[in-house]
């Protein structure tokens, strides 16, 4: 125990930061988590090399072709390359496959403002790694113990439960449109796992169905969706049934289509500038009832 302690220790102590050019480091491979040139985040990153450099180096792992594989730092290897910087500060580390992806997606997925499809295939892929792992142990040990399920193991990692670590790895099983909705909040989380379960020709389908009644699904809606694919009975006539049904949230709606109003405002309004002056134009007309009434 004693020596294979010291063995960890020596690794540690061996490590050293090198000064890598930024084009001989390239990305993980199937990455989950979006590096945006464009959002407030990057810019501060940017701001920060440009004044005080890098001072966290990344992780990465030496290739056998040649070159590295980036594991920890996307962003601030994308920085330096916004910011015109050749070299950036790296531990170069020996990892194997499932190594690198418990490292990559461990420091990663506490961050904040994670999309629910970064989560999704970032769970996947640790799940998967995990799946591998256990097979190569059992190829190479005869030793019988007791094992943790891999979505439970994934759970105590990452602090969650393992029925969520489950759905949202479902949602990995959507059309990548549907995926991007559920990051846009254009469809809510749980009615998104429910229509994981659906064949890609029938979420093909269902993407027709919410286009023809402008409506996102309900949990009820999406469920009942669910159910007729279980059944077989998920044809687009059946989706474009439910998805037009009136919601009880909608119930106490009023909703005017925009070409309806358009006709009424100049052709450069934005919606917004429609909305705004509509919500005038009534305080006014509310006014000049109040006045009425009181004489």
């Given at each position: 125990?004693q020596?294979?302690?010291?063995?960890?220790?020596?690794?540690?102590?061996?490590?050293?930061?090198?000064?890598?050019?930024?084009?001989?480091?390239?990305?993980?491979?199937?990455?989950?988590?979006?590096?945006?040139?464009?959002?407030?985040?990057?810019?501060?990153?940017?701001?920060?090399?440009?004044?005080?450099?890098?001072?966290?180096?990344?992780?990465?792992?030496?290739?056998?072709?040649?070159?590295?594989?980036?594991?920890?730092?996307?962003?601030?290897?994308?920085?330096?390359?916004?910011?015109?910087?050749?070299?950036?500060?790296?531990?170069?580390?020996?990892?194997?496959?499932?190594?690198?992806?418990?490292?990559?997606?461990?420091?990663?997925?506490?961050?904040?403002?994670?999309?629910?499809?970064e989560?999704?295939?970032?769970?996947?892929?640790?799940m998967?790694?995990?799946?591998?792992?256990?097979?190569?142990?059992?190829?190479?040990?005869?030793?019988?113990?007791?094992?943790?399920?891999?979505?439970?193991?994934i759970?105590?990692?990452?602090?969650?439960?393992?029925?969520?670590?489950?759905?949202?790895?479902?949602?990995?099983?959507?059309?990548?449109?549907?995926?991007?909705?559920?990051?846009?909040?254009?469809?809510a989380?749980?009615?998104?796992?429910?229509?994981?379960?659906?064949?890609?020709?029938?979420?093909?389908?269902?993407?027709?169905?919410?286009?023809?009644?402008?409506?996102?699904?309900s949990?009820?809606?999406?469920?009942?969706?669910?159910?007729?694919?279980?059944?077989?009975?998920?044809?687009?006539?059946?989706?474009?049934?439910?998805?037009?049904?009136?919601?009880?949230?909608?119930?106490d709606?009023?909703?005017?289509?925009?070409?309806?109003?358009?006709?009424?405002?100049?052709k450069?309004?934005?919606?917004?500038?429609?909305?705004?002056?509509?919500?005038?134009?009534l305080?006014?007309?509310?006014?000049?009832?109040?006045?009425?009434?009181?004489?």
């Amino acid at each position: 125990m004693q020596q294979k302690a010291n063995t960890a220790k020596d690794a540690q102590t061996t490590e050293q930061i090198l000064n890598l050019p930024v084009e001989q480091i390239r990305p993980f491979d199937n990455h989950p988590f979006q590096v945006n040139d464009d959002d407030e985040l990057m810019q501060q990153t940017i701001d920060s090399i440009m004044q005080v450099g890098v001072l966290n180096p990344v992780i990465v792992r030496p290739m056998e072709d040649g070159g590295y594989q980036m594991v920890s730092g996307h962003r601030r290897l994308r920085a330096c390359e916004l910011a015109g910087i050749a070299t950036i500060p790296a531990i170069a580390r020996e990892l194997n496959d499932y190594e690198a992806v418990h490292l990559m997606v461990d420091s990663n997925i506490q961050r904040e403002n994670i999309l629910p499809s970064e989560r999704a295939k970032a769970y996947r892929m640790k799940m998967d790694a995990l799946k591998h792992q256990g097979k190569a142990a059992e190829q190479t040990s005869s030793q019988i113990g007791t094992k943790l399920r891999t979505d439970e193991q994934i759970a105590r990692e990452v602090g969650s439960s393992r029925n969520q670590v489950q759905r949202f790895i479902r949602l990995t099983e959507l059309l990548p449109e549907l995926l991007d909705m559920v990051d846009r909040k254009e469809i809510a989380f749980s009615p998104a796992v429910e229509l994981s379960y659906l064949k890609e020709e029938e979420q093909r389908l269902f993407l027709e169905a919410m286009d023809y009644s402008q409506a996102t699904p309900s949990l009820s809606q999406a469920q009942r969706i669910k159910k007729l694919s279980q059944q077989g009975a998920c044809t687009q006539d059946a989706m474009f049934s439910i998805m037009s049904e009136e919601k009880k949230s909608d119930m106490d709606k009023l909703t005017i289509k925009q070409d309806v109003l358009r006709k009424y405002f100049p052709k450069s309004y934005t919606p917004l500038q429609m909305q705004q002056t509509i919500i005038k134009l009534l305080e006014q007309w509310q006014k000049r009832r109040q006045r009425e009434n009181s004489r």
